[in-house]
């Protein structure tokens, strides 16, 4: 009996082997595997990242040149972020129980996240004692006014946790009651803590009045800089006084005349915020004055003009700004926004453009840039979201799937903080050299970071269907153990990641639209499935992305090497990542 019982001790003592993920489980965030992100990697086809390159290359190298010194400006991992309308506060699918949102945000690292848009200032109703939504406010066709609750900041801040996000929150500022603000302000704060990095008093003002026969107007026509000025003053003075260090983010306007309502208010604690979509001419081209270099096309998405126009609206704003002592914010973007958007927005060409706006805008000094988004499905939601759902517009589903914006937005959004250093590019053709931020084809940034590294982005706007694969070198300040490469692209500027493929039942010509019975997209299944040849990808996958270390070694480098040699795609965006000696 003795030796039964010890028998039976022993045995019930050693250790099992924990079990490996199942194809439809969430990809794993942590052991086990020891290391999730190895383990996937070794899931996939080592074969895949290359097996869509063209196979012919330019052998004329682009000349990338790296300076040792800084320019000033520092890319920051908070600075790429996700902004959502305000209504989606109340949505339960915006909860850390969502797997494929919280596997979404933290590819972005330190995300911050920002809850706006149109909806704040005409149908957002904060309440803490449950009473009844206004019945008389002037809703289009089809809308509702949408509760948010103390409850559902709660759950937000479990998120933001669950993530390490930032948020960004506003208050409605065209009920014009600045102590319902202040009431708001102050739940986010005791859920959110030091996580509620600013609050915004209403969105877009300078859109309040548009004209009788415009749904959005909300406002007279006498409203104007004078009545925004005096209505914000209150609201800030009002949630102030019950959270006394929060910081007043705003007006979150495209319209310089307005940005100095609040760099000119001599408030304390602001922060400067801007709105950007530069293809937005949403017009008849045969209408007078229409603008062709901002309509939303494959061409201007790419172009040099709009890169800057860009250039010069955030180096109008950071001026401003910085006489005043703020900072800037990019509360809300997209690269167009027209009727909600246009499918422009979901393509390869707006995937090149998102990432170099991130990189672009922190360089010329922005803090934070928020692309605009939505909970909204695939099939029916604005094609300008970085992020969408199974399901109807009618009934959403639980699981979300990043877009081909959301994908380029996670690869620069997944770098580390360092500071910017001055880049120069010579053409192939051995024409003039010129800023590497400023250049027509292949834009480059570098950032240098606090343990010796180096990441250098090259985005080349090149059309695939046109050029080829082109040669590139580097000239590093200093020699380097060795670097490793990832690349976003694809074959077609007009193509997009196929996102849908994710959902247990996507789109076919018999049933266009998109369910997930499990409410889980981002699965194992998913992370080791590769996308199609030639479809928009990071390295030939969707999300995860893999971390440096496990990323593809770039040939040819020997330690204490200060000059790398490798190729881009046309149509990419390549981040090399450098070791230090």
Known sequence: MVTLLLLVGCGSEQPQEPASPQPGDPWPLSPPPDDPMAWIAEQRDPATATASTTGSVDDDALTVGIGGAGTGTQYTAAGAGISFEATDLADDRLSAENPDLVRILKQLDQPTLRFGGNSVDRRLFFTDSQETAPQDWPLRSGERITTVTPEDLARLAELAQATDAHVILS?????GDPERAASMVGHAHTALGDRLVGVMIGNEPNGYALGEDNPLSIKDADWDTDQFRSQWRSYVQAIRAEVPETTIVGPGAYDAEWWRTVTEAGVRDTVLAVHQYPLSECGDPDDTGFQSGSEPTIENTVSQQTRDRVDTLLGRAVELADRAQMDTWVTETSASSCSGSNELTETLAAGLYTADYVLRAQLLGVDRVDFHSSLLPCKGGPPMSVICASGTVQNPGDALVPRTNGLALAVVGSLPTGEFRNTTVTPADGGESGPGAQARDVVTYAIAHDDGS??????????????QAQAVTLN????????????????DLRDNYPETTLFDGHPSAESPTTEDADGVALDVRGAITAVPDGAPSVDGYGLPLMPPDIQSEVSGVAEGDSVIHTTIEPGSVSVISTRPI
């Open 454 to 467: 180096t990441s250098v982005i090259l985005v080349d706007f090149r059309d695939p269907e046109q050029a």
């Open 171 to 175: 208050v409605n500022l065209a009920d």
């Open 476 to 491: 590093l300040p200093h020699g380097v153990a060795g670097a490793r490469q990832t690349t976003f692209g694809g074959s």
